[in-house]
């Protein structure tokens, strides 16, 4: 250091009893001595509960959680994500789903979290029934069967049981 004549790396370790500012510069920082010494280096974030010294935040992925009304009865239920304008980046069928606690009309809803990136779905069972594509609705139930989309499990109308049209199986 020109000032107090230690010794420093200007690599990675900088010299002990310095002020140091870090320079926030998108996707790393830059760290420099304020002492006059010549230490500069540029790193990644390291972030400490969601936050790095520089001031930046750690970035939180945006997700979309979608539950399907297993109304077809399948042994298992699939959702297959992709992006519009992008590649397909998961191969089919896409990921199990995970059975829920709830039923509606007696049938298990399923729920899948998937990165906001995706914007179409399809719900299928691997074995060669599916739904066409979806757009994925945020926390909303998808009834199979019926083809249509709620709000919430309360908003799915219950089943007449002489109404053997819509939840023939």
């Known amino acids: 250091c ?6 420093v790396s200007t690599e990675t370790t900088p010299a002990t009893d310095h002020d140091y500012t870090y320079t926030n510069n998108g996707e790393d920082h830059t760290i420099t001595c304020g002492n006059g ?19 930046a935040t750690e970035p939180v992925e945006e997700t979309i959680t979608v539950y399907a009304i297993n109304s077809s009865n399948w042994d298992q239920v699939y959702a297959y994500v992709w992006c519009s304008v992008g590649s ?29 990136t995706n914007d179409m779905l399809i719900f299928n069972n691997n074995s060669g029934s599916q739904t066409g594509d979806l757009t994925g609705m945020d926390g909303k139930y998808y009834d199979i069967k019926s083809r249509t989309w709620y709000d919430s499990l309360a908003d799915v109308p219950a089943i007449d049981p002489q109404a053997t049209d819509v939840y023939m199986a």
């Open 2 to 7: 020109d000032d107090c004549g230690a010794v």
């Open 37 to 55: 010494c010549d230490y500069s280096v540029t790193e990644g974030h390291t972030y400490e509960n969601g936050a790095c010294i520089c001031g």
């Open 88 to 116: 397909y980046e998961v191969a089919w069928p896409g990921a199990a789903m995970t059975k829920t606690e709830y039923t509606v009309n007696g049938f298990d809803v399923y729920s899948y979290t998937y990165p906001a």
